[in-house]
């Protein structure tokens, strides 16, 4: 069967991909109430269909940070993502630059940024968190600009690291040594496809970005450890002072939940900000991203540029979001799961689906230029 939908590629990547795998990229923390959340209240929202309105001609483009996009999308940071496909962030980014749309290349990606930057002949944006040594922090952001990265998205709400249930029970995490490896060859053994095309051709398995510092230590459970150990819990605004002094490009604050941490981002020197309760991966039991952005949206009105994620699954979430307040939307599972799915293949369909969605919401709401977008186009 073709994938028609996120939902489709969702479950197509739990068909392909050992457990431990799906699971990481399915899951979230605790009880994993956010997780729920996130969609829920997004698919609650109505719009509000308007008739007898020429809607011949509809427009998605959208000015981001100076580079102009063919729809308002950007595809977010996701960690191992890279496994799920043979070099799996390598066809990503080509997808994305196909689609004229920006790719976000997480710390813990499997290729590292120079391998991305390889495959691609645009700039791509790169992620970082804030690192307990601040010498690696600024050898990532000099290797980010080497790599023609001009936009760094600073992920903020994870000082330390959230609990996800399924890590631990499918042994991808809390299972050291040969026990957890043997749990996860047996998984992936499960999975012929995935264990040629990626356990064995999309070799070496080590996190590009950060493998300097593990060294030898390169095991998934090696992976935990460190960011267990090297998230800071120290942070605070002024570091984020620290890393807008030594970026000289745009910077973006991902992890924003809050009206008053939406406006220190920006007196800090943040160009945006990037409503999101990552995903449902930190703190359960917070607001979803749909809950958060209106009011975030009305106090930063002009002064910065405001995106979200969280919960998004189709074309339709991306118009409510921008009804909602939103300049653009970003997608972290949707993407993964059409990666694993169907690869470069996958990725490049899916973004095709969600314009083709947001294509028809626009034509039934009356609406042409994407920008017009507001509250006015949704029944709350």
């Given amino acids: 069967m073709i994938p028609l939908s996120v939902f489709d590629y969702r479950s197509a990547a739990k068909r392909r991909l050992p457990k431990f795998l799906f699971e990481y990229i399915d ?11 996130n969609m829920a209240d997004l698919q609650e929202i109505s719009l509000n269909q308007r008739v007898l309105r020429d809607v011949s001609s509809i427009d998605l483009t959208t000015d ?30 080509r997808a994305a630059q196909e689609k004229n749309i920006p790719f976000t290349l997480s710390t813990v990606s499997a290729c590292s940024l120079p391998e991305v930057a390889r495959a691609t002949t645009r700039p791509f944006w790169f992620q970082l968190y804030m690192l307990r040594d601040r010498g690696f922090m600024r050898e990532m952001l000099e290797t980010a600009q080497e790599a023609r990265c ?32 043997a749990r996860r060859l047996f998984q992936a053994a499960m999975k012929p496809q995935w264990a040629w095309d990626v356990g ?46 030594r970026w000289p490009g745009t910077l973006v604050v991902k992890g924003i939940l809050d009206v008053d941490d939406a406006k220190e981002a920006i007196h800090a020197g943040a160009d945006g900000v990037i409503v999101s309760n990552h995903g449902g991966r930190q703190l ?28 998004i699954r ?33 990725v490049s369909n899916l973004i095709d689906t969600i314009r083709s969605e947001m294509l028809v919401a626009m034509a039934l709401t009356g609406e042409t230029n994407v920008h017009n977008l507001c509250t006015n186009n949704i029944i709350r």
């Fill in 27 to 37: 899951g979230g923390s605790y009880a994993e109430t956010t997780l729920r959340r």
């Fill in 64 to 93: 981001l940070f100076g580079q102009t996009i063919d729809l308002p999308l950007v595809l977010a940071p996701v960690g191992l993502a890279g496994m799920n496909a043979r070099r799996g962030e390598v066809q990503a980014v």
């Fill in 150 to 181: 001009k936009t760094l998205v600073f992920t903020v709400d994870m000082p330390v690291p959230g609990t996800r249930y399924r890590d631990y029970r499918s042994g991808l995490a809390g299972a050291p040594g040969i026990v957890g490896r």
């Fill in 200 to 245: 064995l051709r999309g070799r070496p398995h080590t996190l590009g970005n950060v493998a300097p510092l593990l060294g030898r230590n390169t095991g998934l459970e090696d992976f935990f450890a460190w960011m267990r150990t090297n998230f800071d819990p120290s942070a605070s605004w002024s570091d984020l002072e620290w890393v807008r002094e």
């Fill in 284 to 311: 359960d039991g917070v607001v979803s991203s749909a809950q958060a952005l209106p009011a975030i949206a009305e106090a930063l009105s002009g002064q910065a540029t405001i995106m979200v994620d969280g919960g």
């Fill in 314 to 346: 189709s074309g339709l979430d991306v118009v409510r979001m921008i009804a909602l307040g939103a300049d653009a939307v970003m997608i972290g599972r949707a993407w993964a799961y059409a990666l694993a799915a169907r690869g470069e293949l996958g």
